[in-house]
Structures are given as structure tokens and as C-alpha cells.
């Protein structure tokens, strides 16, 4: 019986558009369903997953309704499981929810780029401390640099501090001395660091202190004890002097530590370890002020209504 040779121009022209929309297929990114278990957190990974009352909200939200966007994350090296790019706080609510797997895009990616990816999607919460932003942006400014050097994944060469820092400064609405300000933050010691987060000592004199050494930061808090004051940006700047000169010493710090400030003469201020006795560990220093004056007001009222008896 003779072959139709329309039937098999046809045959080879199915198999062609098969072919092509299979290599589509594979190329294209798919969402798979992974076990919870399995994803993992990005190295090093810089923002805070807190169980706050926005944690509480997001639990309950992924309890009804499951999680309705994906998370990004990239194939593990040694072949243990993914590493999650975007979607800690999702995972971190849908293992609280109880859920079992989630959905999941893998994509293949070099350390820079997922670096990049990770930090951009994480830019866009609505709170981050000034200790998250600091070690984001300095993860990203390394990985700029890195793709900088390398020509096959930049065409600009990205390689002078400030015009990464301008490159990040753009996706964030900030300069780049402003970026480059940030990650001087991340010299801090830990428990200087933890202080700008809560407030007790302000960005610009942070920065100022983020160049003396790990133990002339150390001498720094001691001062600070003793004083009880936090240092105000040209107190800062007096005590980087100091070091840069190399005429620190304890006594020099505290004596600087020890003026009054102008406009500060009737302040009282209460260490916030002592503070933190008091209150629930989810309230911010805010919320903490805000319930001392509402006491005080409280108490005050009833003093006065026992002073009109």
C-alpha cells in the first residue's frame, strides 16, 4: 500500500509544533507545589522574619485562603532542597497555618543575581530597620560590583562604589551617598546596631560612630551607661576625632558624653532593658511611650481627684 504523502507531511508537521511547544513548555517558568520543608532560608539573609501582629494577619489570611502568590527560590547546591529568593515571611505563616507544601517558582540563578532579586523584592515592605536596610543594600552593592567586573552579565561596568550605590539609590528613591551611608552601618557592633533600630541612638551620629573600632564601640556604650545620654551627631563626631587622632580614651568619651545639650536639660531617659520588663516583647519603643504617658496621665488624674477630697 502506498504512503500518502500528505498524511505524512501532516505527521511531520504535528511532531514539529509538538517539538516546539514542548521546548516552550520547558523554558517557561512553572509553579510547582514543593514541601514546606524543603525550601529553605537565602544566605545570610538580611530582613527579619518577626511573628508580630502582621505575622498574626498573614497566618490567617494564608489559613483561609492559602497562598496565593508563588515564592521564587533557586535549586540548593549540594542538591538539599531550594533556597528561598522571595516568600520568607509566606513560608515562615504557612508553617504556622500548618500547611504542607507551597506553591513555588525555581528558577537557576548565580549568587548575584538571586542576591539582587532577594534584596529588591524584600525593599518593598512596608517597615524595615535601619539594620536590615544597611546589610540589604551592602549585599547588593557587593553583587553590583561582582556583575560589574564580569562583562557577559552587565553591559556597563559597574565598578566605582558610588555608581553602584547610585544604581540601587534608584530602585529605593534614595542618593547614593544616602545608600553608602547605610552600609557604613553594618561596622556597628551588634548592640550599637540594635540601638538605632530601636531609636535610642538616631541615624546620623550612628553613622559617625560606625568608624571607631569594635572596642572604642564598646568604651562608646559604656559612656553612654554612665551618662545616661545618647549622643548627638557633633558629640559623634568629636569622638571620631578622637579616634582618628588617636586620643581615645574613656575618660575623653565620657567627658563628651557628659555635656548637656541644648534643649535636653529635663530629659529622663530609662534604659530600654529595664523597659522591656514591663511590656510585651511585639511592642515597639513607640508603643511603649505611647502606654508610659497614658499611665502617667491615668495616675495623674487620680491624684488630682484625691487632692480635691
Known amino acids: 500500500m502506498p504512503i500518502d504523502s500528505g498524511n505524512l507531511a501532516l505527521k511531520g508537521l504535528d511532531e514539529l509544533f509538538s ?12 509553579v510547582q507545589q514543593i ?3 524543603e525550601l ?3 544566605t545570610n539573609h538580611p530582613f527579619k522574619v518577626v511573628d508580630d501582629e502582621a505575622m498574626t494577619r498573614t ?8 497562598v496565593l502568590a508563588p515564592l521564587i527560590a533557586r535549586p ?17 505563616a504557612a508553617k504556622m497555618a500548618g500547611l504542607e507544601t507551597l506553591p513555588v517558582i525555581v528558577r537557576d540563578m548565580d549568587d548575584d543575581a538571586a542576591t539582587i532579586l532577594m534584596v529588591d523584592s524584600n525593599l518593598q515592605r512596608e517597615h524595615i530597620s535601619p539594620s536590615e536596610r544597611a546589610f540589604a543594600y551592602k549585599m547588593k552593592l557587593d553583587a553590583l560590583k561582582n556583575q560589574g567586573a564580569r562583562s557577559d552579565l552587565t553591559s556597563r561596568q559597574v565598578v566605582g562604589k558610588l555608581e553602584a550605590a547610585d544604581v540601587i539609590g534608584k530602585t529605593t528613591d534614595e542618593s547614593g551617598r544616602q545608600v553608602q551611608r547605610y552600609v557604613r552601618l553594618t561596622n556597628l557592633i551588634p548592640e550599637l546596631l540594635n540601638m538605632v533600630d530601636e531609636k535610642m541612638i538616631s541615624f546620623n551620629p550612628a553613622v559617625e560612630l560606625s568608624y571607631l573600632s569594635p572596642e572604642q564601640q564598646q568604651e562608646m556604650i559604656k559612656a553612654m551607661d554612665d551618662t545616661q545620654n545618647a549622643p548627638s551627631v557633633s558629640q559623634a563626631k568629636r569622638i571620631k576625632e578622637l579616634a582618628q587622632i588617636g586620643q581615645f580614651t574613656s575618660d575623653a568619651v565620657v567627658a563628651i558624653m557628659g555635656e548637656e545639650k541644648k534643649g535636653e536639660l529635663d530629659t529622663v531617659t530609662i534604659k530600654n532593658d529595664i523597659l522591656r520588663k514591663y511590656f510585651p ?6 508603643q511603649m511611650e505611647e502606654k508610659i504617658i497614658q499611665l502617667l496621665d491615668a495616675w495623674q488624674k487620680k491624684r488630682q481627684r484625691g487632692n480635691e477630697r
Request: avoid cysteine.
Open 40 to 42: 529553605h532560608p537565602f
Open 59 to 66: 497566618v490567617e489570611s494564608i489559613a483561609q485562603f492559602g
Open 76 to 92: 540548593r547546591p549540594d542538591g538539599d532542597g531550594y533556597e528561598i529568593i522571595s516568600g520568607h515571611r509566606r513560608q515562615f
Open 19 to 30: 517539538t516546539e511547544e514542548k521546548r516552550q513548555e520547558e523554558q517557561s517558568e512553572q
Open 281 to 286: 516583647r511585639s511592642y515597639t519603643p513607640r
Open 35 to 37: 514541601p514546606i520543608d
